[in-house]
Every structure is written in structure tokens, then in C-alpha cells.
């Protein structure tokens, strides 16, 4: 069965540090993975994309790392500023035509 | 340029009603898929539009039925509402099937 689990469910982090969310999927065929930023009552906003080919790539203060063989990708943010607050999905792409898995989320609060 | 739109914002229904939620792609966008977003979790695939047709189907039941206009807009209907259904529902437009997704900020439906 195609999964996507995401750690941790939550967390909490003060403004300025650093913080990592991981993504482990059990997803085949694998087309791609992509990062995904949800605030509260919006629509997620894709953040990076990467290919079987690619381990990472980055945008801005957001870095994401991919390992295809142990399945498992992860977010790194540094620097976290109060408008990180939100959730944070990894989204794993099962072959043609899409078709899309989505993990539950981290959902991240950036205290001052 | 916009971004991909939907409408309406918010909607409340009771149950046994019927509901239409319009979705317009961004622009040169000619793909269309449909999410339900239940509060936590993340978002559940339900189909996907191309050239007026749906292509592929997540599992959800019958009472849930779409249509893509030659304009690429597309509708999602919901029959005979149950209190399960409400969530926030996102539409995302894509250039083909294979490129990234682009969420619109969701229509929340509440049935009561």
C-alpha cells in the first residue's frame, strides 16, 4: 500500500533556530516527492520538487534532501521566522498521470 | 497571472443537499484535480480532470461527480450530503499531468 508518514506530528521552535521535519514513504513506482506549505484554512504552496535523480534541492531558507534507496526525504529550515507557522506536507508522486500521496502533515508553530 | 481561483469561499448545507464547487486553473493550466482536506489530516485525492474528461478516480462514492469545461474550469458536485463531508475541499491545476500542482485556497463546506 503507497504511504506517506511524516515526523513529528508537531513541534514547536523558537524564532531564529533551526529545525528538520523528515518524510518516510512506501511508494511505487516513484515519479517524484515534493514539499508542500499549508497555513491554517489555505491551500498548500509547493515549496521544492525533486526526481529519483536529485538528494537535494533548496528555496531560500527551506532545504530539502531526498534518499530513494532508504525512501525517505527530509525539510530542513534555518533561520525559522513567525511566518513558518504552519503545516508542512510531503506529497509523493505514484507514477503517470499524477497521482498523488499525501502524508498528514508537521504541523509547526514558531514561538517569538 | 492568476492563480488558480475557487468559489465559493466558505458554504454551510445540511445534510440530504446537494453542493457545487467551482474551480478556475491557473492561467495555461489545462489539468484539474480535486482534494478533500478533513481538519488534521492531509489531502485526499478524489479525481482528476483532462480535456474534459476524468482521468483517474481516488476512492471516493458515486455521490461525488465533476466536469471540466473546454475553458478548463471545472466544477465537483456532491449529492446527498452526509455530516462527513465537511472539509475544506482544494482544487489544483497543473500543466498536464506531469507538472507541478498548484493549489487554489480551498472552499470550506460544513454540513449540518
Known amino acids: 500500500k503507497n504511504q506517506v508518514e511524516q515526523s513529528p506530528q508537531s513541534l514547536i521552535i523558537l524564532e531564529g533556530k533551526n529545525c528538520t521535519l523528515q518524510c518516510n514513504y512506501t511508494v511505487s513506482p516513484f515519479s517524484n516527492l515534493r514539499w508542500y506549505k499549508q497555513d491554517t484554512g489555505r491551500g498548500p504552496v509547493s515549496l521544492t520538487i525533486m526526481t529519483f535523480s536529485e538528494n537535494t534541492k533548496s528555496n531560500g531558507r527551506y532545504t530539502a534532501t531526498l534518499d530513494a534507496d532508504t525512501k525517505q526525504s527530509s525539510l530542513h529550515i534555518t533561520a525559522s521566522q513567525l511566518s513558518d507557522s504552519a503545516s508542512y506536507i510531503c506529497?509523493?508522486?505514484?507514477?503517470?498521470?499524477?497521482?498523488?500521496?499525501f502524508g498528514t502533515g508537521t504541523r509547526l508553530l514558531v514561538s517569538p | 497571472d492568476a492563480g488558480v481561483t475557487q468559489s465559493p469561499t466558505h458554504l454551510i448545507k445540511t445534510r440530504g443537499q446537494q453542493v457545487t464547487l467551482r474551480c478556475s486553473p491557473k492561467?495555461?493550466?489545462?489539468?484539474v484535480s480535486w482534494y478533500q482536506q478533513a481538519l488534521g489530516q492531509g489531502p485526499q485525492f478524489i479525481f482528476q480532470?483532462?480535456?474534459?474528461?476524468?482521468?483517474q478516480r481516488g476512492n471516493f462514492p458515486d455521490r461525488f461527480s465533476g466536469h471540466q469545461f473546454p475553458n478548463y474550469s471545472s466544477e465537483l458536485n456532491v449529492n446527498a450530503l452526509l455530516l462527513g463531508d465537511s472539509a475544506l475541499y482544494l482544487c489544483?491545476?497543473?500543466?498536464?499531468?506531469?507538472?507541478?500542482?498548484?493549489f487554489g485556497p480551498g472552499t470550506r463546506l460544513l454540513v449540518l
Open positions: 489544483a491545476s497543473s500543466l498536464t499531468a506531469v507538472e507541478t500542482q498548484y
Open positions: 480532470y483532462y480535456e474534459e474528461e476524468e482521468r
Open positions: 492561467s495555461g493550466h489545462d489539468t
Open positions: 506529497v509523493v508522486s505514484a507514477g503517470g498521470f499524477q497521482k498523488l500521496v
